[in-house]
Nanobody, 119 residues
């Protein structure tokens, strides 16, 4: 019914940059909060950044000043610009969205995209 598809992950050297994208599709009337989470091997999934439909943002302390979340409400997309990447940023990054449909409101996850920071 609703799908979130991430793209933009890959291998990058420490200090490098990547831009992740997430596209939402399906029977969507509105999307409230959209966000990015990540999960490193052996660790729990953690919040990276969120953004409301009005553009208010929230970041994990570990990424403040390095990552920027943005969204395009018309295209139903959310982005994560990452700079000054560190090896500890290595993880699978997941897109998340609070979706409102005609007769439902539900939280959705994407399938994840791998980000590896290594020399």
């Amino acid at each position: 019914q609703v799908q979130l598809v991430e793209s933009g992950g890959g291998l990058v050297q420490p200090g490098g940059s990547l831009r992740l994208s997430c596209a939402a599709s399906g029977r969507i009337l509105n999307i409230n909060i959209m966000g990015w989470y990540r999960q490193a091997p052996g660790k729990e999934r953690e919040l990276v950044a969120t953004i409301t439909s009005g553009g208010n943002t929230n970041y994990a302390d570990s990424v403040k000043g390095r990552f920027t979340i943005s969204r395009d409400n018309l295209l139903k997309m959310v982005y994560l610009q990452m700079i000054s990447l560190k090896p500890e940023d290595t993880a699978v990054y997941y897109c998340n969205a609070d979706v409102v449909g005609r007769e439902f409101r539900r939280n959705y996850w994407g399938q994840g995209t791998q980000v590896t920071v290594s020399s």
